[in-house]
Structures are given as structure tokens and as C-alpha cells.
């Protein structure tokens, strides 16, 4: 099971990473609450509930359970708010569907909050390049997403065939089999397969964008959910831990899908969402320039009169 599937009183964790957890997710939600706008209680509200009702969805994978996770989205959507969002969510979900425990709420808010937080700067950072409308960069997006699932089921799948993950020795061989020059060229064709794919089909910039986000997202939280359960647990979660995380590879390009129709929906319907609306406002109700470089005034202006030539007097001896 994985960590926000775990009941904290089976002693899951120590007592210090638990009190640690706790202080981290309550800086979280102090910086996600600073200055906290009446205008902002919606859509807060709004996604906290969808994060949380994504919870109650559940596929199941034995021998757990894997369902969306969505604190991609609530990143992009909410930024630093969504350190606030997902603590609340935990909550819910501990306290009205027996999902998780009291005491571990603290560590699942840094494992799912702190991914979120970078796919807010991820976003960002992808919005404000200029290259967005090229295919080459939608396809490499797609092409990252794909090699990034595939090392990750590559080196998930052999470390879960060797006798002990833990053992340092199993791990270096499972790094070397991982990224040996043939398991390379294999996952790099396949990436690139997919990053074709997405030529092919026409995939939008923000598209490719969600996609890539909400992949490295889900990977994110689940390797940090992987480290609390290998370095902190108070009992052997080697196997289980590794089991959990190839387990959410398939979810992760789910999400990756799901992000990426996502944020190219709201592109279109509802911009101001996504932080497009007032560079496109202002560009729009700013006049062009008259030709003496003073703006003229937003109230269209009447056509300019065409001169006519003035008539020729007339002879008064010729009527």
C-alpha cells in the first residue's frame, strides 16, 4: 500500500519524520494562505474538492489501489495556493473516507504538495519560451514524457527482479542495465516514436505541456513517496515501495493525458485561468498608433471627409 494508503498507527514511519512532516505542511499551507483574497475562495474551494474527489475514484492494482492524483493541476491552476489546497484535501480524505492517517497527513502534504509547487514553475517556464508554436518542441515535450515512464519501468522492474532492492550492489546493476547503450537506443526510439506521434496527430503546445507536466508530476510524487517509505520506514517497505511506484507508471501517463486535454480546454474557454487573459486584454483595448504617434481614443472615429474640388464661380452675363 502506499503511504497515503497506510494507516499511520501500523507504524508506518518514526515519530521524528512524522513531527517533521507536520511542520514542513504547516509552513505549506502558511505560505499557500498568505494573503488569501476573497476573489480566490472559489476556485480554491472548487479544485480542493476535485483533488479530493479524484481520491474516491480508485482502480485496482494489487496489492493496492491507484487513483488520480491531480496536484499537477492544482499546481498550474493555484501556484503557491495549492500548498494550501492539498492539505486540506488530505484531511477530507482521512477524516470522511478513512484514506490515510491522522499523523501522516504532514508527510503526504510535502510528497504531493512539493511536486505541485514545481509544476507551477514548470509551467511558467514553458509558457514564456518562444519556440511553443514549433513542432519539434511539442514533439520533444512528448518525447521527454516517454523516456522519463520508460527509465522508470526499466529500472523499477529490474530492481523488483533482484533478490534485495535495498542491496547497494542490485542497485548499481540496475542502474547499469538501465542506462547500458542497447536499453538506450531502445527507450530512445520509443521516445522518439512518441514524440513522431505527436507531429502526426497535431498535438497543441499547451498540450504537450500538460502532458509532459502532469507525467513528471506523477513520477515526482511517486519517487518522493518511494524515499519515505525506503529511508523512513520503520520496517522493510523495499518491495512494496517498488511495487507502488511501477504500479503508478501507467497512472502517470493517464494524468499526463488527462492534464495535457485539460489545460488545452481551459486554454480555450477560460484563459484568465491559466494567468493568458491580461496580456491579451490589454493588447486588445490599447489603440494602434496615429501617424503622429499619439494613441487615438477607443471610441472608433468617424471616416475622414474626401476634399472636393471647389466649383468655379459662375458667369452672372451668361444667364
Not at 509558457?127 to 522519463?148: G, I, N, T
Request: net charge positive.
Amino acid at each position: 500500500m502506499s503511504l497515503w494508503a497506510v494507516h499511520i498507527l501500523d507504524g508506518v514511519l518514526s515519530a521524528p519524520v512524522l513531527l517533521g512532516g507536520l511542520v514542513v505542511a504547516a509552513l505549506l499551507a502558511l505560505v499557500g494562505a498568505w494573503r488569501l483574497r476573497d476573489d480566490e475562495v472559489p476556485r480554491l474551494a472548487l479544485l480542493t474538492a476535485a483533488f479530493f474527489s479524484a481520491s474516491t475514484i480508485r482502480a485496482p492494482l494489487p496489492p493496492s489501489s491507484v487513483h488520480l492524483l491531480l496536484n499537477g493541476l492544482l499546481g498550474i491552476l493555484l501556484g503557491w495556493r495549492a500548498g494550501l489546497a492539498i492539505p486540506i484535501g488530505l484531511v477530507l480524505q482521512a477524516v470522511l473516507l478513512a484514506h490515510g492517517g491522522y499523523l501522516v497527513i504532514g508527510v503526504n502534504t510535502c510528497v504531493m504538495a512539493l511536486p505541485a509547487l514545481g509544476a507551477w514553475l514548470l509551467f511558467a517556464g514553458l509558457r514564456r519560451l518562444p519556440c511553443q508554436d514549433r513542432p519539434w518542441f511539442r514533439a520533444a515535450l512528448v518525447a521527454v514524457s516517454a523516456l522519463a515512464l520508460s527509465l522508470s519501468a526499466v529500472l523499477g522492474i529490474r530492481l523488483l527482479a533482484s533478490d534485495d532492492p535495498r542491496a547497494p550492489a542490485n542497485i548499481h546493476d540496475s542502474l547499469s542495465f538501465a542506462f547500458h547503450p542497447i536499453t538506450l537506443a531502445l527507450v530512445a526510439s520509443a521516445a522518439l516514436i512518441a514524440g513522431a506521434l505527436a507531429v502526426r496527430w497535431r498535438a497543441r503546445a499547451h498540450f504537450a505541456m500538460g502532458f509532459v507536466i502532469g507525467v513528471l508530476t506523477v513520477l515526482a510524487t511517486s519517487l518522493l513517496n518511494l524515499l519515505a517509505l525506503v529511508l523512513f520506514g520503520t520496517s522493510h517497505w523495499d518491495y512494496p515501495a517498488w511495487m507502488l511506484f511501477v504500479l503508478h507508471l501507467p497512472l502517470a501517463a493517464v494524468e499526463g493525458l488527462v492534464l495535457g486535454f485539460t489545460i488545452s480546454f481551459l486554454m480555450k474557454v477560460r484563459p484568465e485561468l491559466l494567468g493568458e487573459v491580461r496580456g491579451q486584454a490589454h493588447a486588445s483595448i490599447v489603440p494602434p498608433p496615429s501617424a503622429n504617434g499619439v494613441s487615438s481614443p477607443t471610441a472608433p472615429c468617424p471616416p475622414a471627409e474626401t476634399p472636393h474640388r471647389a466649383a468655379p464661380p459662375t458667369d452672372p452675363s451668361r444667364d
